[in-house]
């Protein structure tokens, strides 16, 4: 009978180390997956809220989703996105938005250009929570693009 308990014991063992792992692995996993910014688009997409999923090799998924009835509204798009100092930039895959602008704590701002014109503003918060709105003022949203 003490043979049969040793491997019982053993197996009560694995299963606690298991349990505990994917606990690791998820804490991982969003490491992996790096930063979440919830973002609007006023002028442009105003009833729509965006989420970046950014990965620290430089690329990002985007979902998007109506703000009223939470639905998707687009297929999971892609892109690119770097960052100079306080300034980020993200470029879509496939489409000519490029979003520019400007890190400060939580906060990300800036104007969204299409076809490399002045398109709408933006701003986002990091997290899964929008923003309830983007301030109108002139500064970030309206800053020549250098590139």
């Known amino acids: 009978m003490a043979g049969g308990f040793f491997p019982l014991a053993a197996w009560c063992a694995l299963l606690w180390c298991l349990q505990a792992n994917p606990i690791l692995a998820r804490d991982a996993a969003a490491d992996a997956d790096g930063i979440v910014w919830t973002a609007i688009i006023p002028d442009?997409?105003?009833r729509y809220i965006y989420t970046w999923r950014m990965?620290?090799?430089g690329s990002y998924r985007e979902d998007g989703r109506d703000a009223t009835n939470g639905k998707a509204i687009q297929a999971t798009l892609s892109g690119y996105w770097r960052r100079d100092?306080?300034?980020m930039i993200l470029r879509q895959d496939g489409y000519p938005f490029?979003?520019?602008g400007v890190v400060v704590g939580t906060s990300y701002?800036?104007?969204l250009y299409l076809n490399g014109r002045s398109f709408s503003r933006f701003c986002a918060n990091r997290g899964e929570t929008p923003?309830?709105?983007c301030g109108s003022e002139a500064g970030v949203a309206?800053?020549?693009r250098r590139d």
């Open 142 to 144: 309206m800053m020549q």
């Open 131 to 133: 923003p309830e709105r």
């Open 55 to 57: 990965s620290p090799d």
């Open 109 to 111: 701002a800036g104007t």
């Open 44 to 46: 442009g997409f105003p």
């Open 85 to 87: 100092g306080a300034r």
């Open 98 to 100: 490029v979003f520019d």
